[in-house]
């Protein structure tokens, strides 16, 4: 017996020996599982990083202002606004310069449906266009007209002003707004900012410009607003400069404009008006009060614009200067769209009134510079 258990000890050593090298091998084992674990680990959280990378990347691409990534609301916008373009007129000028006149002359036609400063171009965060606009007319106490009042086209609806204005050229053949500028609106703009947008929507819209000489225009639009310390006419000052650039750059590149000097601007104008938009006016003429356009002087109160008198009243003759030349090279048969594209780029490429515009919108420029400083915006754009 203890022979046989002699005999057994070497393998019993073996055994140990194995036991012990399986352990081993398990430890290591253990070892590297927890290695690979940790490792696993520290690539998830690297993971984790590059993926966080990556989505603001995607985001960040995104935001690229690709035409492909334009909201579809502004798209759907600019389309609609361009399929009716033929159907609008916009009435422009400085503030006091008979707007309101041209407005409710080319209003007595009940063909024409033209609103009183909607002032599409600020673009304002309006959903209801309709109940904002009237709330603006009511707040200025005007008594419902065509032009201070929206009817109610679209009944229990929300409406942007581009949703609006497309409604209102189904009722209507003519259609669109009045815009008095003033400094507000154009260092809201900006003067590139005012003609991007008429650009992007309403090329081929009708235009029809009021200027009027600026002492009257100015001095008037202050008494409106109830100020008349220097900064506040140094900056209309700059604004109505900014306005005869505004103009001087939509007669030379937008197709069909119209310039009226307001300080002639009367029933006598009506047939003009009626060519260029193309419809009758038989009653418009009745409009006109000439006993309410007013003359003002350059008051003590106004030295800021006494100073600069002279300056301006050059920079309003050339004003008269070009827009007689732009008449005279028969402008308004090319705005009234009656001739082909080669005619039009014959009547654009005739050198006086491409360099009578050029020569006010560099007086208008020059005169700016030699304003004081104000605080007002003195940027071009």
């Known amino acids: 017996m203890l022979k046989q258990i002699a005999l057994r000890i070497p393998q019993i050593h073996r055994l140990y020996e194995q ?13 590297e599982l927890r290695a690979s674990r940790q490792e696993t680990a520290q690539q998830k959280d690297l993971l984790k990083v590059v993926n966080g990378e990556l989505g603001k990347l995607r985001a960040k691409n995104n935001q690229r202002p690709e035409i492909s990534n334009i909201e579809p609301r502004d798209s759907r916008e600019v389309e609609v606004c361009r399929s009716l373009a033929n159907k609008c007129v916009f ?35 309006w959903t209801s266009f309709r109940s904002e606009f009237n709330k603006q007319h009511l707040g200025f106490k005007n008594q419902k ?15 942007t002003w581009w949703e609006y204005l497309n409604e209102l050229s189904h009722n209507f053949d003519i259609v669109g707004e009045k815009v008095a500028l003033s400094s507000f609106h154009i260092s809201e703009k900006g003067e590139d900012g005012i003609q991007d947008f008429f650009e992007a929507r309403f090329l081929q819209s009708k235009y029809i410009f009021l200027i009027r000489n600026p002492i009257d225009t100015l001095i008037s639009t202050l008494k409106l607003i109830q100020r008349d310390k220097p900064e506040d006419m140094l900056k209309e000052c700059d604004a109505w400069l900014r306005y005869v ?51 003002h002087d350059a008051e ?76 007002a915006d003195t940027t071009g754009g």
Not at 19 to 31: F, I, S, V
Not at 96 to 114: A, D, G, H, K, P
């Open 19 to 31: 036991r012990d090298e399986l352990q081993g091998r398990l430890a290591t084992l253990e070892a």
């Open 91 to 125: 009435v422009i000028g400085y503030a006091r310069s008979s707007t309101t006149l041209t407005l409710q002359m080319l209003n007595t036609s009940e063909r024409v449906f033209i609103l009183g400063e909607a002032n599409f171009f600020l673009d304002r965060d």
């Open 245 to 295: 650039k505004i103009w001087a750059n939509f007669v030379r590149i937008f197709p069909n404009t119209k310039t009226f000097i307001a300080d002639d601007f009367g029933s006598n104008s009506v047939p003009k008006l009626e060519q260029f938009v193309g419809i009758d006016l038989p009653v418009a003429s009745s409009v006109f009060r000439p006993e309410r356009r007013t003359k």
């Open 145 to 159: 007209t065509k032009s201070t009042y929206a009817p109610d086209l679209l009944p229990d609806q929300d409406n």
């Open 300 to 375: 003590e109160k106004y030295a800021a614009l006494m100073n600069l008198e002279e300056e301006f009243r050059d920079i309003f003759e050339s004003v008269k200067v070009a827009a007689a030349k732009c008449e005279a090279l028969g402008t308004t048969a090319f705005e009234s769209g009656h001739q082909n594209s080669s005619q039009r780029a014959s009547i654009k490429g005739d050198r006086p009134d491409i360099h009578s515009l050029a020569q006010v919108w560099t007086k208008a420029e020059k005169l700016r510079a030699r304003l004081p400083q104000t605080g």
